[in-house]
C-alpha cells in the first residue's frame, strides 16, 4: 500500500521559515509526481508546488520566490523549504503522488496518493 506522511509543521511568526518533510513509502516511484498542497478552513484545496521526474518543478503564483520544492533519496522524500511565510500561508499542507498525472489538474485526480497532512500556522 502507497503511504505518505508530512511533517514539519508547526506554528511560526510572519516572515519566519519552516522545511516540510513527506515520507513516501517504497511502492512511490523515482518516475511519479509528486507535490505540496494546502487547504484553509473553508476554501479548496490548491495547489502549492509540483516537482515531476524530471525534477521540472511549477509553483502556485502566491508562493514564488519563497518556497521551494524538492526531493531527496531516502524514502523517496519530498520537501518543502517555506520562507518569508505570511499569514496567509496558514493551512493544512498535503503532500501528493500520481504516477501517470503531472498537470495542472493534479489537485483534483481521483487516483491521487494523500497523506494525512500537517498544520502550517503563521501569526501576525
Known amino acids: 500500500q502507497v503511504r505518505l506522511e508530512e511533517s514539519g509543521g508547526g506554528s511560526v511568526q510572519a516572515g519566519g521559515s519552516l522545511r516540510l518533510a513527506c515520507a513516501a513509502s517504497?511502492?512511490?516511484?523515482?518516475?511519479?509526481?509528486m507535490g505540496w498542497f494546502r487547504q484553509a478552513p473553508g476554501n479548496e484545496r490548491e495547489e502549492v508546488a509540483v516537482?515531476?521526474?524530471?525534477?521540472?518543478?511549477r509553483y502556485a503564483e502566491s508562493v514564488k520566490g519563497r518556497f521551494v520544492i524538492s526531493k531527496g533519496n531516502a524514502k523517496n522524500a519530498l520537501y518543502l523549504q517555506m520562507n518569508s511565510l505570511k499569514p496567509e500561508d496558514t493551512a493544512m499542507y498535503y503532500c501528493?503522488?500520481?504516477?501517470?498525472?503531472?498537470?495542472?489538474?493534479?489537485?483534483?485526480?481521483?487516483?491521487?496518493?494523500w497523506g494525512p497532512g500537517t498544520q502550517v500556522t503563521v501569526s501576525s
Open positions: 501528493a503522488a500520481n504516477r501517470l498525472f503531472c498537470d495542472l489538474g493534479f489537485v483534483s485526480r481521483p487516483d491521487n496518493y
Open positions: 517504497d511502492y512511490i516511484y523515482n518516475s511519479y509526481c
Open positions: 516537482i515531476d521526474s524530471g525534477r521540472r518543478t
